[in-house]
């Protein structure tokens, strides 16, 4: 990374680091060394992307919902799940590249989304741990991103942050709700989370020491924390969450350990990681194929939003 920096003025990379020690945040029109863009670039879209392409495991059931009152919350949730997406495509727009060149990397497979969403979702149980676990997920690293160095991403954030913790209970209540039943909803709750636990840790990306991006965005302070402490503070905070309820995570190394004052966990499956990376994980084609499709469908919408757009500023500009 050093040697591609070397195109930059000295002068100007020198005062754009005391900016960001001096945690003042860097805004669209700002000077920025172009790896820090191209960087924002490509960790902003490849959120935005897990926003939208998380929809798709929940809504495989919204049509079965056990009851009006979870299909409604469940649609709430799904909603802003779209929501952020929207967010933080606008934040990625103000970093000079549009939205349908985003949308065209994901099509092409240029463009990464979270790989637990190439799970399948195949019970009602599966709705609780997304909630519970991968918004539970989502929210440790958010919480840290909310001060990331660049404002229209923090900005995004902050909002992002209130609805998912929303979420997360949401999730919480489901599993809670299952374990207070039959012998067969506490082990379809089990079942759940023994599916999603691995890919939820697998979330924070590599460890550190494979982390290819994560020493320059910690400099730049578009990380804030790195995956290993962020993973760790997630395990720490979930396992007592799940013995509340009467479940057990799926590792039999998860004990308490006093002398690091955290809970140990067995190694994660790399192999799995990366390959579900690459385009080989369960439901990796079916997601992107599904976004393909419901983006050309859409394309009459876009288009007659934009002609609605175009009427109105038309009519603006002769009254
Ligand atoms: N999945 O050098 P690092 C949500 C890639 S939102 C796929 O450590 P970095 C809401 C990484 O891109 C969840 N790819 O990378 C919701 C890089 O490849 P590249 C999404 C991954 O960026 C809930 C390579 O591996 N949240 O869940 C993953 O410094 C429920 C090397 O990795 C965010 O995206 C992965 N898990 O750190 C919605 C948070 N991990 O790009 C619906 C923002 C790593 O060079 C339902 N992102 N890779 O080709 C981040 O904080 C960071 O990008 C990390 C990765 C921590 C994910």
């Known amino acids: 990374m050093a040697h591609e920096l070397e195109n930059e003025d000295p002068i100007k990379l020198a005062e754009f680091q005391a900016k960001i020690d001096a945690e003042i945040k860097i805004e669209p029109k700002d000077w920025m060394p172009e790896k820090y863009r191209q960087n924002l670039v490509r960790q902003i879209s490849q959120h935005a992307h897990s926003e939208v392409i998380g929809m798709q495991p929940e809504g495989n059931w919204v049509s079965r919902a056990p009851s009006l009152r979870s ?44 790989s637990v969403f190439n799970y399948p979702s195949p019970t009602w149980a599966d709705m609780g741990a997304i909630g519970w676990l991968v918004d539970g997920a989502a929210i440790v690293n958010q919480v840290s991103l909310q001060r990331t160095s660049y404002g229209p991403y923090a900005r995004a954030m902050v909002r992002i942050c209130m609805e998912e913790s929303f979420h997360q209970r949401q999730g919480y209540e489901i599993m ?48 804030r924390e790195s995956n290993d402490d962020l993973r760790q503070q997630f395990i720490d905070k979930t396992i007592p969450q799940a013995e509340l309820i009467g479940l057990k995570v799926p590792d039999e190394k998860a004990i308490w350990n006093p002398e690091t004052n955290h809970y140990d966990f ?18 990796n084609k079916q997601r992107l194929d599904h976004h393909i499709k419901a983006h050309n469908d859409g394309e009459w919408v876009r288009k007659a939003a934009q002609a609605y757009a175009m009427k109105q500023n038309n009519k603006l500009q002769t009254a």
């Not at 299909?71 to 970093?95: F, P």
């Not at 190694?267 to 994980?281: L, M, Y």
């Open 71 to 114: 299909k409604k919350i469940l649609m709430a949730k799904i909603q802003d799940e779209g929501g952020h997406g929207l967010y933080l495509y606008c934040a990625a727009e103000t970093l000079g590249v549009t939205r349908d060149q985003y949308i065209k990397w994901l099509h092409e497979g240029k463009a990464k989304y979270a």
């Open 266 to 283: 067995s190694d994660i499956d790399w192999d799995e990681f990366w390959n579900v990376i690459k385009g080989n994980g369960p439901c």
């Open 176 to 223: 809670d709700r299952l374990m207070q039943g039959s012998e067969a909803q506490r082990k379809m709750a089990q079942d759940a989370l023994d599916r999603w636990w691995w890919p939820s840790l697998m979330m924070f990306g590599p460890h550190d020491a494979d982390s290819a991006h994560s020493s320059q965005s910690m400099k730049w302070k578009i990380k």
